[in-house]
């Protein structure tokens, strides 16, 4: 007989978190198949469940906002590419759209609509297929050839059309990657690595990461048009005031969506 799916609900998430093992070093890894909040439970010191498909059933003291957080800070980029595309895909809407988080093969998209609160993740690299239960209800299969795993209490459209957005940003990514790859072939690549090893030897070779150079450009526009509009009337404005500017704009990107 088939496994009764479980029903993400309150009572289905009690049922989980009985059957996970306490872990207050669990972390977001390409083998997690879903983050589940269940800070308003009651549950304790439990603010979060991870279900994971070596590890299993685990819980966890820290919020699925620190955790993915956490996880963020890890990969080469934050939430800005995500969401520069997704207003792409959705010009001229002014609803408020949910942005998962895409960076190559580190996708995580919320199983709850808009939200700058705490709210479940999931990744749907290791979804195998959801199906439609009903206007409010979304079959959740992490094995090949079995039914569903879990039911998520959430709109199908809305749900499929986030599943969506977010296969969509990472074509995009796909694509911008590819043709910025095609700009750097290995033979370039080694001539240029050959070159620096050889002439700048005596100097510290240690490569920038990805997520703090694209930071520091950002900065650094963000810099020049606050300037260049504070001249276009006759200012000039102090370094704690591009500060303040450089910290709410990179705060926007950095916060979950």
Request: charged content about 20%; glycine content about 4%; overall charge positive.
């Amino acid at each position: 007989m088939a496994k009764k799916p479980l029903i993400l609900n309150t009572q289905g998430l009690k049922s989980l978190y009985r059957q996970a093992a306490r872990d207050d070093q669990a972390e977001l890894t390409s083998t997690t198949l879903l983050l589940l909040d269940v800070h308003d439970l009651g549950l304790g010191n439990c603010q979060s469940i991870l279900i994971d498909k070596r590890r299993g059933k685990l819980w966890t003291k820290d919020s699925t906002t620190t955790l993915l957080k956490r996880f963020i800070n890890w990969q080469n980029t934050d939430f800005f590419p995500a969401m520069q595309i997704m207003k792409q895909l959705h010009a001229g809407s002014a609803h408020h759209h949910a942005v998962p988080f895409v960076c190559g093969c580190k996708m995580i998209m919320p199983l709850s609509g808009y939200s700058r609160g705490a709210t479940s993740w999931l990744c749907p690299l290791n979804l195998v297929h959801y199906t439609c239960l009903g206007t409010k209800q979304v079959g959740l299969q992490f094995k090949v050839n079995a039914g569903p795993d879990y039911i998520l209490n959430e709109s199908f459209a809305s749900f499929r059309s986030l599943c969506r957005d977010t296969f969509a940003i990472a074509q995009k990514e796909i694509t911008f990657m590819q043709q910025l790859a095609a700009d750097f072939p290995p033979s370039m690549v080694s001539h240029v690595q050959k070159y620096c090893q050889q002439t700048f030897h005596d100097q510290d070779q240690t490569a920038p990461t990805a997520s703090k150079e694209l930071q520091n450009y950002r900065q650094q526009l963000i810099t020049d048009v606050v300037r260049y509009t504070s001249s276009l009337i006759g200012e000039q404005p102090s370094a704690d005031y591009l500060n303040q500017v450089n910290y709410a704009i990179n705060h926007l990107y950095l916060r979950l969506r």
